[in-house]
């Protein structure tokens, strides 16, 4: 099979889908594997290594994108639609739940899109949990930072000194993302409270934390009471597959003080603030009633050569499998993929996303 590895043209994203050692194990199964120079620059991986490895060298994004099996980082954005056609299988994160315009033109082209953060095993996401352990490190990293006043936020350094008193951390959901996000806060030395739904979850962090995480039944009421006193908010909520729940109403943001932070990590599936919108590692932040909302869509890629590591371990398995036993056997032995196909063959075949676009839904007809 041909493969093909395009580079990333999302703004500022560094990240690359396949490191030169997965180029390799492709080469070594038996297939082509072409490479967009300068692909994987970003994440410090020099053309030189994935020619080393095997691949195929091509100058333009249509080269790359004539493959078989496209494999990338980010969803394709307009200026990628031409790209898409029937006999081709895309594999990527796609989140487009909150994508209406990507949406109907993997329809309009019948390419088969499988998406890494809805593939699902039990009740895991293997493909999304190493960018959600990512994002969750970021949030309270990039949150601690526009808390200074130098960066228009309020003052407060999270871990406090002696004397003075920690700042205050609340994160909206106890997931990968949550979790990730929770332990970098509590390593900093802040307050921290964890809202989540689920009690055995809430018993896990207790447990796992070592007491350095409140948790608090997350509804609407517990929310506002905390809103008054919380510094840096991070916004870590997940429904696989659909549009993230909007948490956090306007009027609601309102109880936050002056130069308080939002880190909305949920922005890649709409966002939980009916406040945010996507940003870019360019222009990151922006103010609404007082609060600074950072709400940049593909977090991870600021730190893009591990966050390359960490997904190629995860998704070159299941790319392998794709192309080693062919699109449609691999969809019939792996069910954890077969959750994976968003678009097959010009029908919507994720219900979540279905539901969120108000379009028809299909099961995939393999």
Same mark, same amino acid.
């Given at each position: 099979?041909?493969?093909?590895?395009?580079?990333?043209?999302?703004?500022?994203?560094?990240?690359?889908?396949?490191?030169?050692? &997965?180029? =390799?194990?492709?080469? #070594? $199964?038996?297939?082509?594997?072409? +490479?967009?120079? !300068?692909?994987?620059? @970003?994440?410090?991986?020099?053309?030189?290594?994935?020619?080393?490895?095997?691949?195929?060298?091509?100058?333009?994004?249509?080269?790359?994108?004539?493959?078989?099996?496209?494999?990338?980082?980010?969803?394709?954005?307009?200026?990628?639609?031409?790209?898409?056609?029937?006999?081709?299988?895309?594999?990527?994160?796609?989140?487009?739940?909150?994508?209406?315009?990507?949406?109907?033109?993997?329809?309009?082209?019948?390419?088969?899109?499988?998406?890494?953060?809805?593939?699902?095993?039990?009740?895991?996401?293997?493909?999304?949990?190493?960018?959600?352990?990512?994002?969750?490190?970021?949030?309270?990293?990039? &949150?601690? =930072?526009?808390?200074? #006043? $130098?960066?228009?936020?309020?003052? +407060?350094?999270? !871990?406090?000194?002696? @004397?003075?008193?920690?700042?205050?951390?609340?994160?909206?959901?106890?997931?990968?993302?949550?979790?990730?996000?929770?332990?970098?806060?509590?390593?900093?030395?802040?307050?921290?409270?964890?809202?989540?739904?689920?009690?055995?979850?809430?018993?896990?962090?207790?447990?796992?934390?070592?007491?350095?995480?409140?948790?608090?039944?997350?509804?609407?009421?517990?929310?506002?009471?905390?809103?008054?006193?919380?510094?840096?908010?991070?916004?870590?909520?997940?429904?696989?597959?659909?549009?993230?729940?909007?948490?956090?109403?306007?009027?609601?943001?309102?109880?936050?003080?002056?130069?308080?932070?939002?880190?909305?990590?949920?922005?890649?599936?709409?966002?939980?603030?009916?406040?945010?919108?996507?940003?870019?590692?360019?222009?990151?932040?922006?103010?609404?009633?007082?609060?600074?909302?950072?709400?940049?869509?593909?977090?991870?890629?600021?730190?893009?050569?591990?966050?390359?590591?960490?997904?190629?371990?995860?998704?070159?398995?299941?790319?392998?499998?794709?192309?080693?036993?062919?699109?449609?056997?691999?969809?019939?032995?792996?069910?954890?993929?077969?959750?994976?196909?968003?678009?097959?063959?010009?029908?919507?075949?994720?219900?979540?996303?279905?539901?969120?676009?108000?379009?028809?839904?299909?099961?995939?007809?393999?």
């Amino acid at each position: 099979m041909r493969i093909g590895i395009p580079k990333e043209v999302k703004v500022k994203e560094s990240r690359v889908s396949c490191t030169p050692g &997965g180029v =390799y194990e492709f080469v #070594r $199964a038996g297939h082509q594997v072409l +490479v967009q120079r !300068g692909a994987g620059v @970003g994440s410090g991986f020099a053309d030189k290594l994935y020619e080393e490895a095997g691949a195929t060298l091509v100058e333009s994004a249509a080269e790359a994108w004539s493959a078989e099996l496209v494999i990338k980082v980010k969803e394709p954005i307009a200026c990628e639609f031409g790209f898409l056609r029937p006999d081709l299988t895309l594999f990527t994160y796609l989140h487009l739940a909150a994508a209406p315009e990507l949406t109907h033109a993997l329809l309009k082209s019948g390419t088969t899109g499988i998406a890494y953060e809805t593939v699902e095993i039990g009740r895991r996401l293997p493909l999304l949990e190493p960018m959600s352990e990512i994002a969750g490190r970021m949030a309270a990293i990039v &949150g601690a =930072y526009y808390l200074s #006043r $130098a960066q228009g936020g309020k003052g +407060v350094l999270l !871990g406090g000194v002696p @004397g003075v008193l920690p700042g205050n951390v609340l994160v909206l959901g106890g997931g990968t993302a949550g979790v990730n996000a929770g332990r970098m806060a509590a390593g900093l030395g802040s307050n921290l409270t964890i809202l989540e739904v689920d009690l055995e979850k809430m018993r896990f962090l207790d447990i796992s934390m070592n007491h350095s995480a409140r948790t608090l039944f997350s509804n609407e009421q517990n929310l506002v009471d905390m809103l008054p006193s919380v510094d840096l908010l991070i916004g870590a909520v997940l429904v696989p597959g659909a549009k993230a729940p909007k948490l956090l109403r306007r009027d609601m943001l309102k109880a936050m003080k002056p130069g308080s932070v939002l880190v909305d990590i949920a922005i890649d599936q709409g966002g939980c603030a009916e406040t945010s919108h996507p940003t870019t590692h360019d222009d990151p932040v922006y103010e609404e009633e007082g609060v600074i909302h950072y709400c940049v869509a593909n977090m991870p890629g600021a730190y893009a050569r591990t966050a390359t590591q960490a997904l190629s371990n995860a998704t070159l398995p299941y790319a392998l499998k794709l192309a080693n036993m062919g699109v449609e056997e691999a969809l019939r032995r792996l069910p954890e993929l077969r959750k994976g196909v968003n678009t097959w063959r010009g029908h919507l075949t994720c219900q979540p996303v279905a539901e969120a676009l108000s379009l028809p839904f299909s099961e995939v007809g393999v």
